[in-house]
C-alpha cells in the first residue's frame, strides 16, 4: 500500500511522502484562518537538478517561477513548446494529428513522457485557449498580489510554507543523508511598506536555526521586484531573520521527515512549534500522517451517459465547481460525457447532502438515467435508501426493469404463439 513505510521507525522519508502530507494539509486550510492569515503552502521545494537546496538563490528561484497548475516544471516547459507551434494549430481539422505527430517526434525516446502529455492536450480537448489558460504563470507573490490589490491588504498577512531537503536533487532519485526542513515567509502590508519575516524550522539546531545571510539578500530581492512588478508601485521592503526561539528536536537520524511534517500542520493552523525533543523514531508522529494519507472508504456515483451533443464545456465546469464545491472537486470525466462524483464522509448527514447535490448536478449536466452506487456496505445501503427517497434511479433497479420488460415481452410472444395456433391443435 502507497506510504505504508512512513510508520516505520527508521524509514525517511522521500518527497512522495511529504507531498502526500502537504496535500492533506493543504486540503484541509481554509483560508484565511481565523487570525486572518492566508496560508500558502508548496510542495517539496526542490532547486535546480544536481544543485544543493543548501543554495539560496536554487530554492528563490523555484518559490518564484513556480507554476502550480502545470506542476513539474519540465512538463510545463513541454506544454509550453506545443502553444508556441503556430504551424501545428491550423487547419482546425488537422491540428490533433499534427501536435501528436510533434509531441512523438520531440519526445521520441520517452513514451511514458509522451503519454502524459497527450493526456493532457485530451483532457484540454486540443484547444489553444485552453492550454493557454492552464500555463498561465502564477507564482506565489501574483497570488499575494491579487488579494493584495482586490481587498484590505492590511488585513491579509500572508504565511508561505515550503518543505525542503537540504541535498542534492535528482528528480526520480531518493537522496540518503539529505536533511528536511520546513521554511516560513510570512508577509504583511501597510500603505507602501512590507514587513517580510522568514523563519528556518531545523529539527537538527538546537538554536532554531535561521535562513543564511544570501538567501536572505537573494529573497529580498526577489520579493521587492516582484511585488513591484505586481503591485505598479515602489514598495519600501523591510526583512527580519527570525530566529526560532523554541526548537523542536529530533534524537535519531531519520525522523526529520515527520517532525518537519507536524511543523507544516502546526504551522498552517497558526499554532506554536512546541519547544521539546521529540522521542527516537517519532511513533506517534509517524502513525498520525499515515492515517492522514492512507487511502479513505470513498461512497461514489457513476452517472448514465448522457446525451452525444452534451459536449464538456470548460467554462460550464468552472461554474459547476463553484456551485458544487465539495462533490465536483472528484468529478472524472469519461468520454467527455459519463461522470464519476465521490465523497469520503460517510456520515448520515452528508450522505443525504452528496445524493441531494448529486441530483442537482446531473440536471445541470444534462444527464438523465441511473447511477451505480459503490460504497462500503453500511452507507451503500443507506444510499440505496436516499436514492430512492430523492428520485435517484439507481442503475441496479433499471437492469431489473430492463430484464423484467424482456422476460414480459418474452411471454408475450409465446402466449400470443400459443393462441395462435390453438385452433389448429384443435383441429
Keep these: 500500500m502507497a506510504h505504508e513505510r512512513m510508520k516505520e521507525a527508521n524509514y525517511w522519508y522521500g518527497d512522495e511522502d511529504v507531498n502526500a502530507v502537504v496535500a492533506r494539509v493543504r486540503e484541509n486550510t481554509k483560508n484565511p484562518l481565523s487570525d486572518g492569515t492566508h496560508v500558502i503552502i508548496f510542495d517539496v521545494v526542490n532547486g535546480q537538478e544536481g544543485v544543493p537546496n543548501t543554495d539560496p538563490q536554487s530554492i528563490v528561484q523555484r518559490l518564484s517561477k513556480e ?39 520531440e519526445h521520441a525516446t520517452d513514451k511514458e513522457f509522451q503519454k502524459l502529455l ?49 541535498g542534492i536533487y535528482n528528480a526520480g532519485k531518493t537522496d540518503s543523508g539529505a536533511h528536511w526542513v520546513l521554511g516560513e515567509i510570512e508577509l504583511k502590508k501597510k500603505g507602501e511598506q512590507v514587513t517580510v519575516k522568514t523563519r528556518k524550522h531545523d529539527t537538527s539546531d538546537t538554536s532554531g536555526g535561521q535562513f543564511s545571510k544570501s538567501f536572505q539578500d537573494a529573497m529580498s530581492k ?16 523591510a ?23 507536524d511543523n507544516l500542520v502546526l504551522r498552517a493552523q497558526s499554532k506554536e512549534i512546541p519547544k521539546e525533543t521529540v522521542p527516537a523514531g517519532a511513533q506517534k508522529l509517524r502513525q498520525q500522517q499515515y492515517d492522514m494519507v492512507k487511502p479513505k472508504p470513498v461512497a461514489s456515483f457513476t452517472t448514465a451517459k448522457s446525451s ?27 468520454k467527455l460525457v459519463e461522470h464519476t462524483v465521490q465523497t469520503t464522509d460517510l456520515t448520515d ?6 445524493v441531494k447535490s448529486t441530483k ?8 438523465d438515467g441511473a447511477v451505480e452506487v459503490n460504497a462500503p456496505e453500511g452507507a451503500k445501503q443507506k ?28 411471454m408475450d410472444k409465446v402466449e400470443g404463439a400459443t393462441t395462435q395456433r390453438s385452433p389448429a391443435m384443435a383441429v
Design 383 to 410: 444510499l440505496i435508501q436516499l436514492c430512492k427517497k430523492h428520485g435517484l434511479k439507481l442503475a441496479s433497479e433499471a437492469k431489473s426493469d430492463s430484464v423484467k420488460k424482456i422476460e414480459t415481452e418474452r
Design 239 to 261: 526583512f527580519t531573520r527570525d530566529v526560532v526561539t523554541s526548537p523542536r528536536t529530533q534524537d535519531d537520524g531519520s525522523s526529520c521527515g515527520p517532525i518537519t511534517c
Design 349 to 354: 448527514n452528508n450522505l443525504e447532502e452528496f
Design 308 to 334: 452525444e451533443g452534451n459536449k464538456w464545456d470548460a467554462v460550464r465546469e468552472k461554474q459547476l465547481q463553484a456551485e458544487y464545491p465539495e462533490i465536483f472537486k472528484n468529478v472524472k470525466k469519461a
Design 118 to 166: 497527450l493526456n493532457k492536450l485530451e483532457e484540454l480537448e486540443y484547444d489553444r485557449y485552453q492550454l493557454e489558460s492552464f500555463l498561465k504563470s502564477e507564482d506565489v507573490f501574483s497570488e499575494i498580489a491579487s488579494l493584495w490589490r482586490g481587498g484590505d491588504a492590511e488585513q491579509s498577512p500572508f504565511r508561505v510554507l515550503f518543505p525542503v531537503n537540504l
Design 67 to 105: 507554476n502550480r497548475a502545470a506542476g513539474v516544471d519540465t512538463f510545463a516547459e513541454a506544454l509550453n513548446a506545443i502553444e508556441k507551434q503556430n504551424d501545428i494549430w491550423l487547419p482546425e481539422g488537422e491540428k490533433k494529428q499534427k501536435i501528436r505527430a510533434f509531441v512523438e517526434n
Design 222 to 237: 526577489t520579493i521587492t521586484d516582484r511585488l513591484q512588478t505586481e503591485l505598479g508601485f515602489d514598495l519600501i521592503v
Design 360 to 367: 442537482a448536478l446531473m440536471q445541470k449536466l444534462g444527464v
